[in-house]
């Protein structure tokens, strides 16, 4: 399960005159210092994070750097289960970020699937951006919906299968996955993979066509849903009832 980080660190109150500083005149220094009071190591987050991400919001058109810490402000704030409700309170500067963080990828950058996890995070899809790499060699654990097998799925250069993961032996009882045709995508799914394919993403976009495909059970040859065994064990759990 997602269990985010929400906590204060440093002295916030900072945090607007450094704002004020970097839509000056950017600086190393000030950058620094606010990615170390807004989102420690890239992930932990404070409310004084989401009452800057407006300002950092109307800096981005510009400024490479705030939409970057912009963007991981809203993906550690997705790690935790009030992820959306804490993001409730800036859709414009959200849908702002999206705009831009889309436009940003059209470009083909080199650091291309960082990004495209930013837009999954925009998107609500926090658990997809945590997990997708490059597909080079990319392992996802699924519990079989039908026997609770754990079950390893490998999509990369060495096979896209699923296996059960022997300590000593590796990756066994192998079955090849079964990946979703193009047109056959729906919703999530569909969404990312043309994404991909208008960015030309041609192994990112194959990629997503096996991780929203189909695998076999090595344990009871049951066939499910890659995706929808992920999504079900990764999501944020919901708040306790009070």
């Known amino acids: 399960m997602l269990t985010g980080r929400l906590s204060a660190h440093g002295a916030t109150e900072r945090v607007p ?6 839509a000056r005149e950017e600086t190393p220094e000030a950058w620094e210092e606010l990615w170390d009071r807004l989102c420690l190591h890239g992930e932990t987050v404070s409310p004084a994070s989401f009452t800057a991400l407006p300002r950092l919001a109307s800096l981005a058109p510009a400024s490479a750097q705030a939409l970057e810490l912009a963007s991981a402000i809203v993906r550690g704030t997705m790690q935790h ?3 959306e409700a804490l993001l409730a309170g800036c859709p414009d500067a959200i849908a702002q970020l ?5 436009r940003q990828l059209r470009t083909s950058p080199a650091d291309y699937n960082r990004i495209f996890g930013d837009l999954l995070a925009l998107e609500g899809q926090y658990h997809w951006s945590a997990a997708l790499g490059d597909f080079t060699d990319d392992f996802y654990t699924v519990s079989c919906p ?3 097998a754990e079950v390893t799925i490998a999509i990369g250069d ?4 699923s296996a059960i993961r022997d300590w000593d032996l590796g990756d066994i009882e192998r079955r090849a996955l079964l ?3 193009a047109e056959e995508l729906r919703d ?3 969404w990312m993979h043309a994404t991909a394919v208008r960015d030309e993403q041609h192994r990112l976009a194959e990629g997503i066509r096996h991780v929203f495909g189909r695998a076999e059970c090595p344990t009871c040859a049951s066939v499910f849903s890659i995706a929808d ?3 079900s064990a990764n999501l944020p759990s919901a708040p306790a009832a009070s």
């Open 17 to 22: 005159a450094l704002l004020d500083q970097v």
């Open 81 to 83: 289960r009030d992820g």
């Open 98 to 102: 999206r705009e831009l963080v889309d």
């Open 146 to 148: 039908r026997c609770g």
């Open 158 to 161: 060495y096979g896209n299968y």
């Open 179 to 181: 990946p979703t045709p």
């Open 188 to 190: 999530l799914g569909h």
């Open 229 to 231: 065994a992920y999504t």
